[in-house]
T-cell receptor
Framework: EAQVTQNPRYLITVTGKKLTVTCSQN?????MSWYRQDPGLGLRQIYY???????DKGDVPEGYKVSRKEKRNFPLILESPSPNQTSLYFC??????????????FGEGSRLTVL | GNSVTQMEGPVTLSEEAFLTINCTYT??????LFWYVQYPGEGLQLLLK?????DKGSNKGFEATYRKETTSFHLEKGSVQVSDSAVYFC???????????FGTGTRLQVFP
């Protein structure tokens, strides 16, 4: 089954404790992206990657890191989480070619709470 | 810059009522336009899309027409069902960027 898998789905952590949210897709997609969803703000892009070893900042990259060492994986790293990073996070992927970046496939989301 | 504006929710309707969710956009050139749907506890799913002016996207009884003259892409459905209850996001991708810009979402609640 074609899917984007995120882990963990739920996490409660404390300020400053490094954490990684993993994302994996099995559709051989070139394009991958991370979003955060907050009430009243919709979805905001954190980082995206056009292909392996190519990453770029989105609209709200501060406090986050990403890497794209393999095509299928795109982990989101919070080196020193703070309470303002409490949010619902989504990973998404797309073929990324022929103008199809808009046709995103989303994971089920990871709800992160930073105390 | 590019942006998407959606009507605020929640939109509350009875089953079989007609639905309109308004979406307008600001963009240079000719963007592609999308509607995504998020069911409770799930990620977003692409509902429909339109890539040029006057295109009509349709899926699952939903429709939206790309109106360049009014910079709009309103979502409509003739007869909603309880199972349509979800959050609906309008989005655009500008022709010259790799970014998808989302609106803030509109929650639809359909009651039997």
């Amino acid at each position: 089954e074609a899917q984007v898998t995120q882990n963990p789905r739920y996490l409660i952590t404390v300020t400053g404790k490094k954490l990684t949210v993993t994302c994996s897709q099995n559709m051989n997609h070139e394009y991958m992206s991370w979003y955060r969803q907050d009430p009243g703000l919709g979805l905001r892009q954190i980082y995206y990657s056009m292909n392996v070893e190519v990453t770029d900042k989105g609209d709200v990259p501060e406090g986050y890191k990403v890497s794209r060492k393999e095509k299928r994986n795109f982990p989101l790293i919070l080196e020193s989480p703070s309470p303002n990073q409490t949010s619902l996070y989504f990973c998404a992927s797309s073929l990324g070619s022929s103008g199809r970046i808009g046709e995103l496939f989303f994971g089920e989301g990871s709800r992160l709470t930073v105390l | 810059g590019n942006s998407v504006t959606q009507m605020e929710g929640p939109v509350t309707l009875s089953e079989e009522a007609f639905l309109t969710i308004n979406c307008t956009y600001t963009a240079t050139g000719y963007p592609s336009l999308f509607w995504y749907v998020q069911y409770p506890g799930e990620g977003l799913q692409l509902l429909l899309k339109a890539t040029k002016a006057d295109d009509k996207g349709s899926n699952k009884g939903f429709e939206a027409t790309y109106r360049k003259e009014t910079t709009s892409f309103h979502l409509e459905k003739g007869s909603v069902q309880v199972s349509d209850s979800a959050v609906y996001f309008c989005a655009l991708r500008s022709y010259n960027t790799d970014k998808l810009i989302f609106g803030t979402g509109t929650r639809l609640q359909v009651f039997p």
